[in-house]
């Protein structure tokens, strides 16, 4: 096995351990930053989670393009880069999903919703293929509509794309060469904070519009939020 094929074998169980281990943490996440800002909208809460996430990944962007400018470290460290952003994508869109109302607890189901912001437009159009129909705001029909059997054709198709653009974008996948001198810096903070603004607006477009208010303000039925909802590092 390859270099390479070791790299894109991390990427993709680092995208699974995400989907696991991010789907609690994320609505912890939504219902301790609901008990401390309280006055927030679930508008005004979404532009908090934007914040948050592009602070995340940028900072550990630009830990990555400082460690690129060091001979030998361009690649474990950009392959890291990789993981974190990753991990926080999952977090960020799982956390979307709370607010939303949204609750994917299905992990096929939760995997799609996921490479679907990440992937943008591209994933939109492997849907339409995969669904057989088209329409806006994919977010809900992926919980809660869309049959497994066309989930899991969708995944397979995903998948490997995920793992092609982000490993490709930073460098990870081209394991054969010697990375030059500073790619680590040309894909650190700025490319980090450039992935993480499409991400952002790739969301707004598969999630659409938040409610107005939180269920049970005007009437509608309450997130709970259980006492054992601990803090959790947004």
């Known amino acids: 096995m390859s270099k390479a094929d070791d790299a894109k074998n991390v990427i993709q169980q680092g995208l699974e351990k995400a989907l696991v281990a991010q789907q609690p943490l994320a609505r912890k996440n939504v219902e301790r930053l609901r008990r401390v800002h309280p006055e927030d909208t679930p508008q005004e809460l979404i532009r908090r989670l934007d914040r948050y996430f592009l602070t995340g990944i940028t900072a550990s962007g630009g830990a990555s393009g400082a460690a690129g400018i060091v001979p030998g470290a361009g690649i474990p460290t950009a392959l890291a880069d990789v993981m974190l952003f990753t991990e926080a994508s999952v977090l960020y869109t799982l ?9 994917p607890e299905d992990i096929e189901r939760r995997k799609l919703l996921v490479l679907t912001v990440l992937l943008g437009d591209g994933a939109v ?3 339409d293929k995969a669904v057989g129909r088209t329409g806006p705001y994919w977010a809900r029909r992926i919980v809660s509509a869309i049959p497994m059997a066309a ?8 998948g490997p794309r995920f793992i092609t653009k982000y490993g490709t974008k930073q460098g990870v996948l081209v394991l ?19 992935f993480g603004r499409l991400t952002i607006k790739s969301a707004r477009n598969i999630f659409g519009e938040p409610p107005p208010s939180w269920a049970g303000d ?10 054992d909802s601990g803090d959790s590092t947004p």
Not at 95 to 103: D, I, K, R
């Open 95 to 103: 956390s979307l999903a709370e607010v939303h109302g949204l609750h």
């Open 125 to 127: 159009k492997a849907l």
């Open 151 to 158: 989930i899991n054709r969708a995944n397979k198709v995903l």
């Open 218 to 227: 005007e009437g509608g039925d309450e997130m709970p939020l259980g006492p």
């Open 176 to 194: 054969s060469k010697q990375v030059p001198l500073g790619i680590g810096a040309a894909f650190g903070a700025g490319g980090n904070h450039v």
